[in-house]
């Protein structure tokens, strides 16, 4: 049965009970979709036993006049479905295909909204809201969703407003009107999430929606969107934990996670035996459920036989590689033990223990010789009045943005995820390349400009900040020194 079909809006395989279209009779539309929510008990129960683990928790409570009908879903959300399998086909498809459907979770159990809800309206009788939040989620899912507001990924609309990235997007690149800023709402917002505006009339402000971002902050005061990484109706465990999920967000030149990862043997153990990962899998524990290359999820999320389940990605990252200086993160030993504990499931422990001294050396080197003397010297040089304050109005400042942002994460970034070429060629080389070609001799311009304009007190700080660089032990090799 081609979807497509008025009559049905359900495939062949999800749908037992399809016939050609030319054997239909426009009441049999009717008929089909009370049959589909009036399946019998035991198939409804099988299907249910089958997508969700005994642990999960059970859908909430509703009042009188939500009673559950129709074989276990909500009155409501039949009714949704009545009329949603017909506008909206492909989102009742991707419900029908979910674990929610199984246990009964419809519509109206995600979607209804509270009259204090600032993007609460209503809607055939019923109040809802179209943003569903981790709020929402929490109703099923607290303890997941605890970890998730707990981490980076949570916070990641909060912080960027101010940030030299929000900057690039929203002057730099922008042409100062109000559509200008779509550059930022199109790009850095999707992926880190923005302020989601009620506009006056109700209705969702179309200048800050669509907004997928993980760091969303949403109308009802919950930040977060479980749709970042979950796609909606269907949330399926498959698709969110392929490496893809996370090349949404974390691919190209400031953030190639997904790049790097390709390109280690994690990543090529992972596409040769894709067959034997067995995504589906309920618990998905590595040494158990599988034993070829992890995935992103594996190493930053899922469970192993002695640590549990996180949605705070941050949990077992022991390393902040994303800022101009590398810095522990709090309980970094502890965190880096939950991910020792991860390579314990196909490494022994000498292996990953070896492995963080080679990875430790890689980010202290980049910190001493490139991180820590580039921040003394940009900031020397704010100092002496020898740039601005404003982000990219000086070229040392596009220099200073690429070496740390762009090729000072790779470096350290393939280092953690073991991917030499970018360790070296796409890492170090660009870095060192950028520090002795560009950042010093456009350093030593600005201060000779300036000494020869009869500033030279004022900036003699910043000289002798520079000529310690050139003359520190580690870059005696370069001409004159």
């Not at 981490?151 to 990641?156: R, T, V």
């Not at 389940?309 to 590689?321: E, F, K, N, P």
């Not at 033990?337 to 196909?346: F, G, H, I, K, N």
Request: with cysteine; charged share 20%.
């Amino acid at each position: 049965m081609d979807i497509r079909s008025k009559s049905n809006f359900q495939t062949k395989a999800w749908n037992p009970l399809h016939q050609e279209r030319s054997r239909r009779h426009p009441i049999h539309w009717l008929v089909l979709v009370m049959v589909l929510v009036l399946l019998p008990i035991g198939v409804r129960t099988a299907q249910a036993a089958e997508a969700v683990p005994a642990a999960a928790p059970a859908a909430p409570a509703v009042a009188e006049q939500e009673k559950r009908g129709f074989n276990g879903l909500s009155k409501i959300s039949a009714t949704c479905v009545s009329c949603h399998a017909e506008e909206n086909r492909a989102i009742v498809q991707q419900w029908g295909n979910s674990k929610h459907y199984g246990a009964n979770v419809g519509c109206y159990e995600c979607h209804k909204a509270e009259k204090e809800d600032a993007d609460a309206f209503m809607h055939k009788k019923y109040l809802i809201s179209i943003l569903v939040t981790p709020k929402d989620c929490a109703r099923c899912h607290e303890t997941e969703t605890k970890q998730f507001t707990a981490s980076k990924h949570a916070k990641s609309g909060g912080n960027l407003e101010g940030s030299v990235d929000h900057a690039l997007a929203t002057t730099v690149q922008s042409d100062g009107t109000p559509a200008g800023t779509q550059t930022a709402t199109l790009a850095c917002v999707q992926c880190h999430g923005s302020t989601v505006k009620v506009a006056p009339s109700g209705k969702l402000d179309p200048a800050t929606w669509p907004n997928s971002g993980i760091g969303r902050i949403n109308p009802d005061g919950s930040v977060g969107a479980c749709s970042s990484c979950h796609q909606n109706h269907d949330f399926s465990q498959t698709q969110v934990r392929s490496p893809d999920a996370c090349g949404k967000c974390h691919q190209g030149p400031a953030h190639s996670q997904k790049e790097i990862y390709e390109a280690s043997k994690h990543g090529a153990n992972y596409r040769a035996n894709f067959e034997k990962m067995h995504l589906d899998s309920p618990k998905w524990i590595p040494g158990q459920d599988y034993v070829s290359g992890p995935t992103c999820v594996t190493c930053h999320m899922s469970p192993t036989m002695d640590v549990a389940m996180t949605h705070d990605v941050g949990q077992r990252i022991s390393w902040d590689l994303t800022q101009p200086i590398s810095k522990k993160t709090e309980n970094a030993e502890a965190h880096r033990q939950d991910m020792r504990d991860v390579c314990s499931s196909c490494h022994t422990d000498k292996v990953s223990k070896n492995f963080y001294e080679q990875f430790d050396s890689i980010v202290k080197l980049y910190n001493s010789k490139y991180g820590e003397p580039g921040t003394r010297l940009m900031d020397g040089l704010l100092k002496a009045n020898l740039r601005s304050k404003k982000s990219f109005d000086d070229a040392i400042e596009w220099t200073w943005f690429k070496l740390w942002h762009q090729a000072g994460r790779k470096a350290r970034q393939g280092a953690a995820m073991q991917a030499p070429d970018f360790v070296q060629w796409q890492g170090f080389y660009e870095v060192a390349e950028l520090f002795y070609t560009q950042l010093i001799p456009q350093a030593e311009e600005l201060i000779t400009k300036a000494e020869a304009g009869g500033r030279g007190t004022e900036v003699a700080e910043v000289r002798k900040l520079l000529n310690d660089i050139k003359n520190d032990p580690s870059n005696k090799w370069m001409k004159g020194q």
